[in-house]
């Protein structure tokens, strides 16, 4: 595979620079050629300040990337979404005047300076990544019911397809080579794109169980394709680590599609928020293991034994032989208490890139708290019925109180514990962010049931 591409999606909470900078070294040694740089609301663009969060990096932390990237022999690809996935900038009240029709996630095709507004962000871009090849424009997702009366009675496929031409023009006037998501595109004959697929290159994403059909049919009309897998999500609970096997199946499954249908390139993506206005997801540094694995899969082949990548990951990524990656690759989002016994005879340990071991055991600690927060509320649940009828002893109360009040200081001890390991790796209102998000409402549910206890605890029991 010659495009071999990792995605580093800013809208989730992200590395400061200097963290980053150090994972460019870890990719490129893994056999990394590329990265997808989504921005979001993290470029500081000056024409359209109101879209830049607080936290997003200076265009200097943006050039120390792309020198960092030149260094390494990495490619920058970078991704600004030219049409849809814009709630990140169409929220904001000076600019929902070009949302379509009221809806923020895409902006109105039939405003002309909806166009112009991209080409001018796309400058920003490029002024500050002059030599990147690649450059993605999104087009993923699109909706097109409820259009304005500007675009009501217009062939809305035909709109789209004329924008993402314009868009991909401008790009290959730029002397670079644009890149799509594919989604809307296999919904439709080809044909009714017109060339539009000859001058784009689709990237076909498929993060589950995929559908060779779909990929087929790209072969069979001669057009060249990307495909992307997903590494990492934390899509089944909105935690810590979150799973990891389902992204070394996924990767497995491409590995297979690609040998009998071969790809330009491939993309591993890391969804930091599914859309920008969703909690945080996932961050960089939880995929490095699979990125790894990814990495592996492209280079050589399918992996045939996982347990052989998993001792050598462990030896080479750590320089540790005897952790023990086959319980920390099925333990995460599944065994916290297994995961974090293993972690924890290697903290502090690790001859190398030993601060993944920290963070992964920080994000494992989200995972200790909420499986104790479950075995509390789970069995609360159950019991809420003879709480009401005053079939309940003293012990049981007391017992439920006590979880009350310990989920409660667990969740305050936590919150310093990742300030500080954390901390260094994020900027502190993005990890305040995330506490926020992970454990605001589970600690209001927990009030809830305190208050619940005290009513019944105040009224006759057994
Ligand atoms: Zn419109």
């Known amino acids: ?34 990265i997808l740089l989504e921005f979001e609301d993290k470029f500081p663009f000056e024409s359209y300040p109101d879209a830049v969060r607080n936290t997003a990096y ?68 490029l002024d500050i990544f002059p030599d990147c090849v690649y450059f993605h424009i999104g087009a993923d997702e699109m909706s097109f019911k409820s259009p304005c009366p500007l ?3 217009k062939d809305q496929f035909q709109l789209f397809v004329a924008r993402v031409n314009e868009c991909a023009d401008y790009i290959i006037a730029k002397g670079k080579q644009p890149l799509v998501w594919d989604d809307v595109f296999r919904k439709h004959e080809f044909s009714e794109s017109g060339d539009l697929l000859s001058k784009v290159i689709p990237c076909v994403w498929q993060y589950r169980e995929i559908n060779k059909d779909i990929i087929k049919r790209y072969a069979e009309a001669g057009i060249r394709y990307w495909a992307a897998s997903r590494i990492q999500s934390n899509e089944h609970r909105y935690a810590g680590m979150g799973k990891q096997r389902p992204h070394l199946q996924n990767v497995d499954d491409w590995a297979d599609i690609q040998a009998e ?9 890391l969804w930091g928020r599914i859309q920008s206005l969703d909690p945080i997801n996932s961050t960089l540094p ?15 082949g399918k992996i045939k034994d996982r347990h052989a990548f998993n001792c050598d990951f462990a030896k080479n990524f750590f320089g540790l032989p005897d952790l023990n990656m086959d319980i920390l690759s099925y333990g995460f989002g599944n065994e916290p208490a297994i995961v974090k016994k293993e972690l924890e005879k290697y903290l502090g340990k690790a001859p190398r890139n030993g601060e993944y071991l920290e963070i992964w055991h920080a994000f494992n600690e989200i995972d200790v708290l909420f499986g104790y927060v479950d075995h509390c509320f789970s069995s609360n649940q159950g019991l809420l019925s003879s709480y009401r009828k005053g079939l309940v002893t003293d012990g049981i109360l007391n017992n439920w109180s006590d979880g009350v009040r310990i989920t409660r200081e667990r969740t305050e001890d936590l919150t310093q514990k990742l300030e500080a390991t954390l901390g260094k790796v994020y900027p502190m209102p993005e990890l305040r962010e995330f506490m926020e998000e992970r454990f605001m409402s589970m600690l209001e549910i927990n009030e809830k049931w305190g208050e619940i206890l005290r009513e019944t605890a105040s009224k006759p029991h057994l």
């Open 151 to 153: 675009c009501a009675g």
């Open 1 to 34: 595979m010659k495009i071999r591409c990792i995605h580093f999606d800013m809208k989730s909470m992200f590395p400061k620079v200097d963290f980053l900078l150090g994972m460019l070294d870890n990719l490129a040694e893994m056999g990394y050629t590329h």
């Open 286 to 300: 939880q995929g490095m293991y699979v990125a790894a694995y990814l990495a592996e899969s492209l280079l050589h």
């Open 261 to 269: 249908y071969p790809a330009e390139g491939h993309i591993g993506t």
């Open 58 to 125: 200076t265009k200097d932390d943006f050039r120390r990337v792309a020198e960092k990237c030149r260094q390494l022999g990495i490619g920058v690809i970078p991704l600004l979404q030219s049409i849809g996935h814009l709630h990140y900038f169409l929220k904001e009240p000076a600019y929902r005047k070009w949302s379509e029709n009221g809806n923020i996630y895409q902006w109105c095709l039939s405003q002309r300076e909806t166009y112009d507004i991209w080409t001018a962000m796309t400058d920003e871009i």
